[in-house]
């Protein structure tokens, strides 16, 4: 199983993020969430600031590209595997940066990813 950070988690059920932290749980994955707003989603505690956490081997974001910088420092410094960009939050800088730091880049959406077994 995958340790993931969802980045963008929120505990609204119309949010892909909530799908996401929903779905992966329910595929046997350990999650860690950063969001706005302090909520549990499926068991997981949403952390408003970046927790300090190991062994994270996916990043998928849920933030717009603007948004993503103020967390740059803190994904890299995680060395994740991979960062899936999904619909709505590619962003060529952060791509660039964490390819540079050795961490593969998808522009994929984690759902599908997750439903056709690709995750």
């Given at each position: 199983?995958?340790?993931t950070?969802?980045?963008?988690a929120?505990?609204?059920?119309?949010r892909?993020?909530f799908?996401?932290v929903t779905r992966?749980?329910?595929h046997?994955?350990?999650v860690v969430?950063?969001?706005?707003?302090?909520a549990?989603?499926?068991?997981v505690?949403?952390e408003?600031e970046p927790?300090?956490?190991?062994d994270?081997?996916t990043?998928?974001?849920?933030?717009n590209p603007?948004?993503?910088?103020?967390?740059?420092?803190?994904?890299l410094?995680?060395?994740p595997?991979r960062?899936i960009f999904?619909?709505?939050t590619?962003?060529?800088e952060l791509?660039?940066?964490?390819?540079q730091?050795g961490?593969?880049?998808?522009?994929?959406?984690t759902?599908v990813m997750?439903?056709?077994?690709?995750?």
């Open positions: 199983m995958k340790k950070l969802v980045l963008g929120s505990e609204n059920p119309a892909y993020s799908e996401a992966l749980r329910k046997g994955h350990e969430a950063v969001g706005r707003k302090s549990v989603v499926a068991g505690q949403i408003t927790p300090v956490v190991n994270i081997d990043v998928t974001l849920y933030l603007t948004a993503q910088k103020a967390y740059y420092d803190f994904i410094s995680l060395h595997k960062i999904n619909p709505g590619e962003n060529e791509e660039e940066l964490a390819q730091n961490i593969a880049t998808l522009e994929a959406c759902l997750l439903n056709t077994g690709q995750y």
